[in-house]
């Protein structure tokens, strides 16, 4: 086998070196496929190969390390022959034809999934070759990349949905004749899948559309009018094909994922249905579509299933995506979206190295031409379309935009993606940041084809520079205009009648804290920079007022704007004692003018929340930190808060690090809610893996003080805290259980008194979290910590049905894993209130503890004596509805049946009992009310249209209570009785007045009560 030293004396190799970008990375790599079976082919190399090995290990380390794992691939993939020119679709689909009918047959997914993952693989190798050697343009190489995307996706597809249909059957709809024809499925791809543009490490964005309600009969079986109660919908059906799709994408291998999915760009984005009809489609879009959902499906195009599906669908939403008409209004809009990207998720620190987001980059160029095709697609349909380049090519054409602009533009869309191509190419990264590091740019220069990084960079503004001047001669971003207001503060009664137009009510007071925001504090010299600043930041703060016309009604919001104010006499006095905290006025406002996010995050806090409002100013850096670190748009794991938390196990002093952990974690949830960054399920599952990560922690400080090796105990967390659904200011309802071996039962009842002490320490700035531990067996007159055994004694023979109930809602949520897996097994167990799990006595086997209705490892089987429940009659169902009603005479406020949301009719406790009754009836173990509810729904336990009516009302209360609970960070449970603070409420909510949020909350109420009355027949 030929050495390394042997196959650089060849003089094919010598030049190559010569010419490469990074000769010392070749050299590595040459070192390493000397050891390979890839020896002999380089060292037989002829110039061309050479060169175009040399540049692939140059420029792809992640590539050259896959091509030495799989020297098989060399040939014939990297054979020049097979880089000369790009790849035809259909050449990629003759070969995966090639193994998938087998796959099909077999119904091999795992196999369908391993053969695409080194399909896609050995292609990517080619192209980055292709790309990297120069042998292929931009728009080859996206196009090549779309196709491979395409491809597998139609295979992935294939075999979820022939999976789907062995398992459950076929989907069927009636046509207007009454007759019942297969239901059919596309996928959409949209943005750069839509573009065929994509790039090394794209995410693909897509749409799934199914075209019509029915619902789904086993292979075989004639279609009938009344499916069966456990018949699947279409919905659901093609919702389960929608998960598995992406499951199969997504799924990371030691071969890694096929392709990451986004969904955002969906309707009503994460917190939309995963899939809908074609009517529901064209609905939505004809009552709620945005400018932004305009420009996304200009891209959209037919990626996988039915084929004249996707064709009806883009039919159907061609008049929104290109209106006939349109204001040029949408050019402010365009301009706010734009602003937005730049403000918020790229940060002025990196607007001149983003190729993609920041100032001349990709964005603008893709912003530009959707922006002209939304202005005349619908009158010149020529101009539709969804590749940037040859809609450019179009523009010009037709002279909607200056020739010289639309090849400037060209040119630079080329040499940027060229640019993401070998940023994203270095490590298999979603990058699009120029490296700040010297040398990290030097070779990206050379990767490019410039010897110096200067006259890189050189190029590189010259296009950004050109493509910003296009950008604002269309869509111009001016400052906004500052809202009407006197010119100085001479003028008094003008003001306050200024202030008093945006919804200002102490206007005298308000008056005085303005003075005093302009001028300063009355000492001291305030420079002529500092006060033009403070006008500055005052026409934004009135920007975000509500504005009231002569007739008392406040003016429609406007689309980039979506908050008002519910209290600007509370945001002003609370700004005044920022501005103390924070020290230099001239240093803040020059801050927010650098960051007027910032500015307007405080603002919108301070009328949000008066708690986070309190630390804000408490600890005035913390906010400014969370928005300039990225922070705040990072969605974390419960194992990543785990992680950061237990650094602080080795601090001095354990609990100040838990404290401020908390603490700021608290303000980072709270200001993701408060800008809708997240939906109310990511909302709480993130506040609740919050809460499990503080009770681990302080466990294992405890342990630690106590010298134990590992937890003798697990921690068992009911109600929200089970549920994964705690919110602002929820107390955590706990049990501690032992093992039946444990010893010292009184040192672990010490062990659970100093976890809750810990946690519930109180300070100056309030305690961690309240822990309740009084669901245990006996109450507060029962022991703190009980044996397993203990546990399962209690609840079979003493426990009430509340009890049980409660019980249906545990989680092991910290401590001993292993306990608590036998706990939750023990648990399903005894919530299981089928009639076979009756009939055998409750026994371990009958119900679906866990998953998958097996019991947890390690989980021992109950003896013979310890079979039956005391508390279950079979009437147990009419004894919770009694619960119910007793709960709703003595929790409501005499006279506040309207505002009691939670405990009410139609509240809170109504959807919860619901998801509980059903629960113990259906024998399974969702301890969260929406995914039990969900589950009801997918298992034809609730009709689909009464699932969906309480979901979707129980959802709208949950939010209502977050916002309420958000405030004090108290457990409020009825709306104000008084009219201003209910006011605040209402607006705080979204609504444009308190008739219109009073009349909200009722309509959400009876729908509630009226599934209610369904399920308990009342």
């Known amino acids: 086998m030929p050495s390394t030293r042997t196959i650089l004396q060849q003089p094919v190799w010598k030049k190559a070196l010569s010419a490469a970008a990074d000769p010392a990375r070749v050299r590595h790599y040459l070192e390493q496929a000397a050891a390979t079976p890839l020896a002999e082919p380089l060292q037989a190399a002829s110039e061309e190969q050479a060169r175009v090995l040399a540049a692939l290990f140059s420029g792809s ?413 269309l869509l111009k971003t001016q400052k906004p205009e500052r809202p009407r207001q006197p010119e100085d503060l001479s003028d008094a009664t003008a003001w306050k009648q200024c202030l008093a137009e945006h919804g200002f009510r102490q206007v005298d007071k308000s008056f005085k804290l303005l003075t005093h925001f302009i001028q300063g504090p009355g000492f001291g010299h305030v420079s002529a920079r500092t006060m033009d600043l403070a006008w500055d930041a005052v026409a934004r703060l009135l920007d975000l007022c509500p504005k009231f016309g002569p007739d008392g009604r406040v003016s429609p919001r406007r689309a980039d704007k979506p908050w008002v104010l519910s209290d600007p006499d509370r945001v002003l006095a609370r700004l005044d004692s920022f501005i103390a905290a924070y020290g230099s006025r001239a240093l803040l406002f020059e801050t927010w003018a650098r960051h007027p996010l910032i500015f307007e995050l405080l603002v919108l806090l301070f009328d949000r929340s008066e708690f986070l409002a309190e630390t804000a100013i408490r600890t005035p850096d913390l906010v400014d930190d969370l928005v300039l670190s990225g922070r705040l748009t990072r969605r974390k794991t419960a194992a990543e808060t785990l992680a950061e938390l237990r650094q602080g196990l080795d601090e001095p002093d354990q609990f100040e690090w838990l404290r401020r952990y908390h603490e700021a974690e608290f303000m980072r949830l709270g200001l993701r809610d408060i800008l809708g960054l997240v939906d109310l399920e990511q909302n709480l599952v993130e506040l609740s893996n919050l809460a499990d990560a503080c009770l681990q922690y302080a466990l294992e400080v405890v342990l630690r003080r106590h010298r134990f090796r590992s937890s003798p105990l697990a921690i068992i967390g009911l109600g929200k805290l089970g549920g994964q659904e705690v919110t602002y200011g929820s107390d955590l309802d706990v049990l501690f259980v032992s093992s039946d071996s444990a010893k010292d039962l009184s040192r672990l009842q010490r062990l659970a008194t100093e976890v809750i002490e810990l946690l519930s320490r109180r300070t100056a700035q309030g305690i961690v979290f309240h822990l309740d531990a009084r669901l245990r067996p006996d109450g507060e007159k029962g022991l703190l910590v009980n044996t397993l055994s203990a546990y399962e004694d209690y609840y079979r023979h003493r426990a009430q049905l509340w009890e049980i109930q409660a019980l249906s809602r545990c989680r092991a949520v910290a401590g001993n894993p292993e306990l608590g897996q036998q706990f939750q097994a023990m648990a399903a167990q005894l919530t299981d209130f089928r009639p076979e799990s009756v009939a055998s006595g409750f026994t371990l086997g009958t119900g679906q503890s866990g998953a998958a209705g097996r019991p947890s490892p390690g989980c021992r089987r109950p003896s013979a004596r310890k079979t039956g429940l005391a508390a279950y009659t079979p009437d147990w169902k009419s004894q919770i509805a009694q619960m119910r009603q007793r709960i709703e005479k003595e929790r409501t406020p005499p006279g506040q049946e309207a505002l009691a949301i939670k405990t009410g009719a139609g509240g809170l406790m109504d959807a919860e009992f619901i998801a509980q009754a059903l629960s113990l009836e259906h024998g399974w173990h969702e301890p969260n009310t929406l995914r039990a509810l969900e589950r009801a729904r997918d298992t034809g336990a609730l009709p689909p249209e009464l699932a969906n009516q309480l979901i979707d009302n129980y959802r709208h209360l949950r939010r209502i209570e977050g916002i309420l609970r958000r405030w004090s960070f108290e457990g409020e449970t009825e709306l104000p009785i008084d009219p201003a603070p209910f006011y605040r409420v209402s607006v705080r909510c979204g609504f444009a007045s308190p008739d219109e949020f009073r009349q909200a909350v009722a309509g959400y109420r009876r729908a509630i009560r009226q599934v209610y009355q369904w399920v308990f027949r009342t």
């Open 61 to 473: 380390p992640v590539m050259s390390q896959w091509l030495l794992q799989h020297p098989e691939c060399f040939s014939p993939t990297l054979e020049l022959e097979h880089l000369k020119h790009p790849r035809r679709l259909q050449g990629l689909r003759r070969e995966v034809d090639t193994w998938l009918p087998l796959a099909l047959q077999n119904d091999d997914l795992a196999g369908a999934a391993r053969a695409l993952r080194l399909f896609r693989h050995r292609e990517m190798l080619r192209i980055a070759a292709r790309d990297l050697a120069g042998l292929g343009t931009v728009p080859e190489i996206t196009h090549e990349i779309s196709d491979l995307a395409e491809v597998c996706l139609q295979a992935t597809l294939q075999v979820c949905q022939q999976h789907l249909v062995r398992r459950f059957g076929r989907p069927f709809h009636q046509t207007d004749q009454r007759r019942w024809i297969p239901t059919q499925f596309c996928v959409l791809g949209l943005g750069k899948l839509g573009g065929q543009e994509l790039n090394y490490s794209s995410d693909v964005d897509l749409l799934f559309v199914y075209s019509e309600e029915g619902w789904v009969w086993p292979e075989g079986a004639r279609p009938g009018r009344k499916p069966g109660d456990s018949t699947l919908s279409n919905h659901q059906f093609f919702k389960r094909l929608a998960e598995l799709f992406i499951a199969e994408l997504s799924r990371v291998t030691t071969e890694g994922a096929l392709f990451r999915v986004d969904m955002r760009l969906r309707p009503e984005g994460d917190a939309g249905p995963l899939v809908r009809s074609l009517a529901g489609y064209e609905n939505y879009y004809a009552q709620w579509g945005q400018t932004w959902e305009r420009m996304a499906l200009m891209k959209a195009r037919w990626v996988a299933g039915d084929e004249e599906l996707a064709a009806e669908f883009l039919d159907i939403v061609t008049p929104f995506r290109y209106p006939r008409s349109i204001h040029e209004s949408v050019l402010r809009e365009v301009a706010a979206i734009k602003d937005r990207i730049e403000r918020e998720l790229v940060g002025p620190e990196a607007l001149d190295r983003n190729v993609k987001l920041g100032r001349g980059g990709i964005r603008e160029i893709e912003f530009i031409v959707q922006t002209l095709q939304l202005l005349h697609g619908g009158r010149l349909p020529f101009v539709q379309g969804t590749q940037t380049l040859a809609v450019l090519d179009k523009l010009a054409r037709y002279h909607l935009l200056p020739a010289a602009d639309a090849r400037a533009l060209a040119q630079a869309y080329c040499f940027l993606r060229q640019v993401e191509h070998r940023l994203q190419m270095e490590h298999n990264l979603q990058t699009h940041t120029i490296p700040a590091d010297r040398a990290a740019r030097a070779r990206l220069a050379r990767l490019m084809g410039f010897e110096r990084v200067a006259d890189f960079e050189a190029a590189l503004a010259q296009h950004t520079r050109r493509v910003r001047q296009v950008y604002d001669q």
